[in-house]
C-alpha cells in the first residue's frame, strides 16, 4: 500500500552540495536545466545505484561528469543512474521538461492568475526537475529565471538578487543565490505581473534589510497590515529569542490559488491572498489577526524549520509544533495585555478542542511524531501543529520562561544549519535545565510525541476542616487509539490555585513545605495516580476549598474536574485565571445541553443563577468585551458531540438553538445595553479592543435578531439590514449578514444579495458570502433547505473547484461548521460531500483529501446517520481511480 515507515529511516547515500538551476518558463512546457555538486557519503560504495525523485517530468538528457549516462525510470517517475561516476564528488547535469498550467494538483511549479508560483513542500520539488527530495539533502542554490518581460515582469527566487537584464525576444532575466544550505522542499521561484510594497529596516543588529510585499496590481492598499506583522515578526523574534533576520532581503508573495494557508520558503514566503490583502471594508477582524499569526509563523520559520529543518517528515512537529507555539506567543505578545493575551489563548485552546480533540478520537489518530503515512500530505495535521504546539507549551511550563529560552539557545547552538528530529529539540531544552521536572522525567515525557489520544485527567478533593488539609488526588488514563491498545503515563503540569468560598484566592502550602508559595502552582503528574497534601488552609472555611485546575489549559487533556454547579458558579465569579472563568462559564452550559440531550424533551428553563452570573460577567466592569462574547456563546455542536457516544446531531442542534433562545430571552436588556455600549465611534483598528468591542456587539445582534424573530418584532432586523448595507467595516457587516441568516430573519435574503452585489468581484468577500450561505442554519419551518442550496452553489459562476479557497469556504464549512444541515437523513449532505471528493481527486488529491476527512468519523453518529454515511464513503473508497491521498484517508475511515 505504500506505507512509509518512520522505523526504516536511513541516511542519503548520496547527499547534493550545490544546485545551479536554469528555468525557461512557459506556462505549456517549462525547460528546466540542473546542474548537481553529487557527493557520495564515506559509507557509500563507489558505484552505488542512484536514485533521483521524480514525478510527471520529461527527462531530456542526463550528463555525469559531462559523459552521457545511462539511467532507467522506476514505475511514479523517479530516475534510477546504475552506473553514476566513481568519484566521491561529480557533476550531474540534468535538462527536463515539465508542464506548469496542466498542474492543477498546486504542488511543484503552477500557474495562477496569468503567473508562475511554486509549492514544493512536502514533495513537490520532484514535480519541477529530478532530485534527492528529502529534508535531510540540504543543498545550496543558485537560480536563473528566463521569461517574457511583458507578461513576466517580476522574476523572484530564494536569497539575494545577484543579477538581472534583458534577452532577446522579449525575454529577461534575473539571477538569484541563497548562500544558506536548504532541503528542496524550501524552493521557490515566482515569474508573474506583480507590484509590491516595500521598506527599508534596521535590525536590532543595526544591519539593514529590505522587506517586501507583492500582490497584484490593485491590491496595493490591502498590503499595510501584512507589512506591519511582518516588521513586528522581526522585532519580536529578535526580542523575545534573540532571533535575527539573516538575509539582505525577505519577501512574501500573495497567491489566489494555494492549498494551504503559506508557505515559508527561504527569504520567499508564499502566501494564500487570505493571509495577506487585508482592507477595513474587505477583511473581519479575525482576518487580520489571521495575516498577523501566518505572517509570524511563516517568518519565525526562518529559524524553527529553516535553519534548523527536520531530518524526515515524522518530524514535521519539530518545526510545525514549535513555530505554532511560536507564532501564539507573538499573537499573546501583540495583543498588548495579559487580559488579551488570555483571550488569545482562550481561542487557540477553543480551536484545539474542536478540531484537534475530534482527531485524536477518530480514525486518524496518530502521534505528534507519526509511525507511518501514507500520503504525508495528509499529516498536516491539526495534531502534529497544534497540538504539537502543546507540547512544546509544556515544556516550557516544566522549566519556565527563563529556562525554555535557554533551552531554545543551546538548541541553535547545537543543530543551527542540521536537519534533526524531535528528541533533539526535547534534550536541548532538558540539557539547558538540569534541575527542572522536565530534566528529570525527559524520557516519560516524550510519551507525548509517541502516544496519540487526548489523555483523560481526574481530579478529586478530600477536605478536612478541622486540620485545615486538603488532599487533591489526580488520577490519568488514556484510551486506546488506531495501533495503540495501551499506554503509558503521560508527565501532565497541572497549573493550580485554590479559591475560598468567598472567592478568595488561598496560598499554597503542600505538606512537608516550610511556608506556602504563592496563589498559582505548577504540580507535575507522572505516576497514573499521585496525591498532593495542601496544608496551612484553615481559614478556607467549613466547605472547604474550590480547586481551579489546570489553568491557562496547562496541558492538553480532558478534565474531569469533578466540580459541582455552585463551585463552577464561584470559579465563573471569582477565578484569577480568565481561562478558567470561561471555561466554568463552558462547562456550565455544556452541561445543560448534555444533561438534556438523552430523550426528546426540551432544554429546561436555565436557573436563575446561572442567568444572573452570565448577566454578571456581561455587565461586569473592566472585564474584555472579548472574553464577554467568547464566555456567553455555548460550545458549538461539534464539542457536544464530542461528549456522547451515538451522535444524533438534529437533537444536539435543536437543543443549543433552544439554549441560544433562552439567552436571548432572559438576558434581552442586558443584550441591548451591550449592544449599545459597544458602538465605536473611532476610525477602525483591528486591535483586541476594538475587535472585542465588535465581537461582543454582534453577539449582541444576532441575539437580539433572534428574540425578534421569535417575538414577530422588526426593529432589530431592520437594524441589522441597514448594518450590512451601511456598516463601517466587514466585521460589522458580516456580523450584521449573519444575525439575520442564523437567526432565520425573513430578510436575510435581501441581505445574501446586497452583500453579493456589494462584494464587486472581490474573491475574498465572495468566499465570505459563500461560507456564510454554507453555515446558515436550517430554517425550522423547512429542514433540509441548505444541502440543495449548496449544490446549486456548486453551479453559481462565482464558484469553482479549482480554486481551494472557494471549495473550503463552501464545502468545509457546510461539512464541518453545519452538522445539522450536513447530517440529513435523507443522506443529501453525504451524497454531496462524496461528488466533490471525487471530482476534486481527479485533479487535487490534497484537497480532496481535505475534505474526504469531513466524514472519517462517520461511526460515532447514531442511526439513520451512521449507515448512510458509511455508504457514502465506502462509495468513495470504491471508486476505480482514487489518489494515494484519498485512499489513505477513507481507507482509514473505513477500518
Ligand atoms: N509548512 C507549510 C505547510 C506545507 C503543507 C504541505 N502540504 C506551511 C506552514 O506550516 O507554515
Ligand atoms: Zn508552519
Redesign the pocket.
Same mark, same amino acid.
Given at each position: 500500500t505504500g506505507l512509509i515507515r518512520r522505523e526504516d529511516y536511513s541516511a542519503p547515500a548520496y547527499r547534493i552540495l550545490s544546485v545551479d538551476l536554469t528555468f525557461d518558463l512557459d506556462p505549456a512546457k517549462t525547460l528546466v536545466g540542473s546542474k548537481l555538486r553529487i557527493t557520495r557519503d564515506a559509507a557509500t560504495p563507489a558505484g552505488t545505484p542512484l536514485r533521483l525523485d521524480g514525478e510527471g517530468l520529461s527527462l531530456l538528457r542526463c550528463l555525469g561528469d559531462g559523459e552521457s549516462l545511462s539511467f532507467r525510470h522506476e514505475e511514479g517517475g523517479a530516475l534510477i543512474i546504475d552506473n553514476p561516476p566513481a568519484a566521491e564528488t561529480f557533476t550531474l547535469e540534468i535538462r527536463n521538461t515539465c508542464a506548469p498550467e496542466k498542474n492543477l494538483e498546486l504542488s511543484g511549479l503552477y500557474t495562477s492568475g496569468g503567473g508562475f508560483f511554486t509549492?514544493c &513542500?512536502?514533495e513537490g520539488f520532484r514535480r519541477i526537475t529530478y532530485f534527492l527530495d528529502r529534508p535531510d539533502v540540504m543543498a545550496v542554490y543558485s537560480v536563473t529565471l528566463r521569461a517574457d518581460k511583458a507578461k513576466y515582469p517580476v522574476l523572484l527566487s530564494n536569497g539575494n538578487l545577484v543579477e538581472q537584464g534583458s534577452l532577446d525576444n522579449g525575454r529577461h532575466y534575473a539571477k538569484w543565490h541563497d548562500p544558506f544550505p536548504k532541503p528542496a522542499y524550501l524552493f521557490a521561484l515566482v515569474a508573474a505581473d506583480l507590484v509590491c510594497r516595500e521598506q527599508k529596516i534596521t535590525s536590532r543588529a543595526g544591519k539593514e534589510h529590505l522587506l517586501q510585499v507583492y500582490v497584484r496590481r490593485g491590491d496595493l492598499g490591502k498590503t499595510e497590515h501584512a507589512m506591519a506583522s511582518l516588521i513586528a515578526s522581526v522585532a519580536w523574534d529578535e526580542a523575545r529569542f534573540g532571533l535575527s533576520l539573516d538575509l539582505e532581503r525577505f519577501m512574501i508573495v500573495a497567491v489566489s490559488d494555494f492549498?494551504?494557508?503559506?508557505? &515559508?520558503n527561504k527569504g520567499l514566503n508564499i502566501f494564500n491572498t487570505k493571509y495577506v490583502l487585508a482592507s477595513p471594508a474587505t477583511a473581519t477582524d479575525a482576518d487580520f489577526a489571521g495575516i498577523e499569526s501566518v505572517v509570524g509563523?511563516?517568518y519565525f520559520?526562518n529559524w524553527t524549520?529553516n535553519r534548523i529543518t527536520c531530518r524526515d517528515w515524522f518530524q514535521l512537529s519539530l518545526k510545525?509544533g514549535l513555530?505554532v507555539y511560536r507564532d501564539q506567543e507573538f499573537s499573546m505578545d501583540m495583543a498588548g495585555s495579559a487580559s488579551a493575551a488570555a483571550v488569545q489563548r482562550i481561542g487557540d485552546v477553543k480551536r484545539l478542542r474542536e478540531f484537534q480533540f475530534p482527531e485524536d478520537s477518530g480514525p486518524m489518530a496518530h502521534p505528534v511524531r507519526p509511525d507511518s503515512y501514507v500520503e504525508i500530505?495528509n499529516f498536516?495535521t491539526t495534531t502534529v501543529?497544534e497540538k504539537g504546539a502543546e507540547v512544546v507549551r509544556m515544556q516550557d511550563t516544566l522549566v519556565g520562561r527563563a529556562g525554555f529560552r535557554r533551552g531554545m539557545d543551546l538548541y541553535f547552538q547545537r543543530h543551527d544549519g542540521q536537519a534533526v528530529t524531535c528528541d533533539d529539540f526535547a534534550q536541548a531544552i532538558a540539557d539547558a535545565n538540569p534541575d527542572s521536572p522536565l530534566a528529570a522525567n525527559l524520557a516519560q515525557f516524550k510519551h507525548w510525541y509517541a502516544q496519540a489520544g487526548t489523555p483523560r485527567l481526574s481530579a478529586r478533593t478530600r477536605w478536612d476542616a478541622t486540620a485545615g488539609r486538603l488532599r487533591l488526588t489526580l488520577t490519568q488514563s488514556a484510551l486506546p487509539s488506531p495501533g495503540q491498545a495501551d499506554k503509558q503515563a503521560f508527565v501532565i503540569p497541572v497549573r493550580l490555585g485554590l479559591l475560598a468560598r468567598d472567592g478568595r484566592a488561598l496560598p499554597l502550602q503542600l505538606d512537608g513545605e516550610a511556608a506556602p508559595a504563592g496563589t498559582e502552582r505548577v504540580l507535575v503528574l507522572s505516576a497514573t495516580e499521585q496525591s498532593f497534601d495542601f496544608v496551612g488552609l484553615g481559614d478556607a472555611g467549613e466547605a472547604g476549598p474550590v480547586p481551579s485546575l489546570l489553568r491557562g489549559f496547562s496541558a492538553p487533556v480532558v478534565l474531569d474536574d469533578g466540580l459541582d454547579s455552585a463551585e463552577r458558579l464561584l470559579l465563573l465569579r471569582h477565578d484569577a485565571d480568565a481561562f478558567n472563568r470561561w471555561e466554568a462559564a463552558q462547562r456550565l452550559l455544556q452541561e445543560l445541553l448534555l444533561a438534556a440531550l438523552p430523550g426528546d424533551g426540551d432544554l429546561p428553563a436555565l436557573d436563575e443563577a446561572l442567568v444572573e452570573a452570565l448577566r454578571a460577567v456581561l455587565r461586569e466592569d473592566g472585564l474584555d468585551a472579548a472574553f464577554k462574547e467568547l464566555a456567553l456563546t455555548p460550545p458549538i455542536e461539534s464539542v457536544i458531540a464530542e461528549q456522547v457516544e451515538a451522535v444524533d446531531p438534529q437533537r444536539i442542534h435543536r437543543l443549543r438553538e433552544q439554549l441560544r433562545a433562552q439567552l436571548a430571552e432572559r438576558l434581552h436588556a442586558d443584550w441591548a445595553w451591550a449592544w449599545d455600549a459597544h458602538q465605536l465611534r473611532e476610525g477602525y483598528r483591528p486591535d483586541a479592543h476594538q475587535s472585542g468591542c465588535r465581537a461582543l456587539a454582534n453577539l449582541a445582534l444576532q441575539m437580539l435578531v433572534l428574540h425578534a424573530v421569535a417575538h414577530g418584532d422588526e426593529v432589530w432586523p431592520g437594524r441589522a439590514y441597514q448594518r450590512v448595507k451601511d456598516g463601517g467595516c466587514m466585521t460589522e457587516r458580516l456580523g450584521a449578514l449573519l444575525a439575520l441568516v442564523h437567526g432565520g430573519s425573513a430578510l436575510a435574503g435581501a441581505a445574501l444579495e446586497r452583500f453579493h452585489a456589494d462584494a464587486r468581484g472581490d474573491d475574498l468577500v465572495l468566499d465570505k458570502w459563500f461560507a456564510i450561505q454554507a453555515a446558515a442554519t436550517e430554517p425550522l419551518g423547512a429542514p433540509g433547505s441548505v444541502a440543495p442550496r449548496i449544490r446549486a452553489l456548486l453551479q453559481h459562476p462565482d464558484f469553482s473547484l479549482k480554486n481551494p479557497n472557494r471549495v473550503r469556504n463552501l464545502i468545509s464549512t457546510f461539512c464541518r461548521d453545519n452538522p445539522a444541515a450536513f447530517h440529513r437523513a435523507d443522506a443529501g449532505g453525504y451524497v454531496l460531500w462524496a461528488d466533490v471528493v471525487l471530482a476534486l481527486d481527479a485533479f487535487n488529491p490534497?484537497i480532496a483529501a481535505r475534505i474526504a476527512r469531513h466524514l472519517e468519523r462517520w461511526r460515532v453518529l447514531a442511526e439513520p446517520w451512521r449507515s448512510a454515511a458509511r455508504e457514502a464513503v465506502a462509495r468513495v473508497a470504491g471508486h476505480p481511480r482514487l489518489s494515494a491521498d484519498v485512499r489513505e484517508i477513507v481507507g482509514k475511515a473505513l477500518d
Open positions: 509549492q &513542500e512536502a492549498n494551504m494557508g503559506a508557505m &515559508e509563523h511563516e520559520h524549520g510545525e513555530t500530505n498536516y501543529y490534497q
